[in-house]
Nanobody, 115 residues
Framework: QVQLVESGGGLVQPGGSLRLSCAASGSISSINAMGWYRQAPGKQRELVAVITSGGSTNYADSVKGRFTISRDNAKNTVYLQMNSLKPEDTAVYYC?????????WGQGTQVTVSS
């Protein structure tokens, strides 16, 4: 069994910052990548950022220059630093673990950007 525990969501004003964390535990081997996705009400889940085991990163165009993904391989933890937040960043953010054998999702954490 694999468990992903997310934290760091909340309410923030436009222009503010938040840092999300996702810790993976359980029977994990051969991690290919970890990433963050988000889903706003009435919209499909979309990729925000992903980081491979080798450290390569990929970002959605809408967050480039504002969000930074990083990971601690020793702790099987991935982070998402979100700066200059906009109301359109409001969504439930999900952590995703991608291994050679399976993918796993976290339970999601709400991020609300509003004044």
């Amino acid at each position: 069994q694999v468990q992903l525990v997310e934290s760091g969501g909340g309410l923030v004003q436009p222009g503010g910052s938040l840092r999300l964390s996702c810790a993976a535990s359980g029977s994990i081997s051969s991690i290919n990548a970890m990433g963050w996705y988000r889903q706003a009400p009435g919209k499909q889940r979309e990729l925000v950022a992903v980081i491979t085991s080798g450290g390569s990163t990929n970002y959605a165009d809408s967050v480039k220059g504002r969000f930074t993904i990083s990971r601690d391989n020793a702790k099987n933890t991935v982070y998402l630093q979100m700066n200059s937040l906009k109301p359109e960043d409001t969504a439930v953010y999900y952590c995703k673990l991608m291994t050679t054998a399976f993918d796993a999702w976290g339970q999601g954490t709400q991020v609300t950007v509003s004044s």
